[in-house]
């Protein structure tokens, strides 16, 4: 499960976590992913009965005592081999976290990491928006080459995608033989949803399986885009599904965002 819990704390920000584990619950991932946690979001998901059902990876103390947001991943078997790096092209403070999880005893283990890369900036009203493309590109294509020499890799997270602006999501040949190529799981197991999204765009998430994953952005409807993904190269797994969930439930909150001509 993916999920941007978006850092703003004034919006509804109890509700909107408890609306974000009623799909925890509903959906039970074995791994989830999170973007723009902040200190607080952490204390109210930590008061939640499945938080004890995870195990976390680890908090920076500079993360826990300011009130940047931050990645975050949670798994229900445990991690190993934790990590988290920021990007050197960053201006607001972006990276990713990695780590090792071991489905079995005779299951390879995979590679899983989350990230949220370098958003548009609006600016000030006068202001051209910043598209921010350049570093996004770079960053993006440091991730993959940086996780690529794992057998098995889940990238998965905001990616602040714009596939009208930005060019086509880096994705490396694999290498090594038998397959394991890097892929975009939307659209290999989705195509005629990614032929629509040419027609319209959507601010919906994705279910992969052998990681359970999910995704939902409650954002204005300019800025609905395919904005998270999963990047998967698999040697000695399949990709079994993908489906949007969290789309359909009524959350019972309402967010209008005027819109700057």
């Not at 989705?190 to 052998?210: C, F, L, N, Q, V």
Request: charged share 25%; aromatic share 8%.
């Amino acid at each position: 499960m993916t999920y941007n819990v978006w850092s703003r704390e004034d919006v509804a920000v109890y509700k909107r976590m408890k609306a974000i584990g009623s799909l925890v619950e509903k959906h039970k991932p074995d791994v989830i992913f999170f973007q723009e946690i902040t200190p607080y979001i952490l204390r109210i998901f930590k008061s939640f009965a499945w938080w004890k059902e995870y195990h976390c990876s680890e908090v920076k103390p500079e993360e826990q005592a300011t009130k940047l947001h931050f990645c975050m991943m949670l798994s229900k078997i445990p991690m190993e081999k934790p990590a988290s790096w920021k990007f050197t092209n960053t201006s607001t403070g972006r990276g990713y976290v990695e780590a090792d999880i071991n489905p079995g005893t005779s299951s390879p283990a995979i590679h899983i990491a989350t990230t949220q890369l370098e958003s548009p900036s609006s600016g000030p009203p006068a202001a051209q928006p910043q598209t921010r493309s350049l570093e996004r590109y770079a960053q993006a294509e440091h991730a993959v080459a940086a996780l690529g020499s794992a057998r098995n890799v889940v990238l998965g997270g905001d990616m602040s995608w714009d596939d009208a602006v930005d060019m086509p999501f880096p994705l490396p040949a694999g290498g090594g033989g038998g397959g394991g190529d890097w892929v975009d799981a939307w659209t290999v197991l989705r195509p005629e949803h990614e032929r629509a999204s040419a027609r319209r765009t959507t601010a919906s998430g994705t279910r992969i399986s052998p990681c359970s994953t999910a995704s939902r952005r409650m954002l204005a409807s300019s800025l609905k885009k395919r904005s998270d993904r999963f990047v998967c190269k698999l040697q000695d797994y399949k990709l079994g599904g993908i489906e949007l969930i969290g789309s359909t439930e009524n959350l019972g909150i309402d967010y209008l965002k005027k819109r700057r001509d």
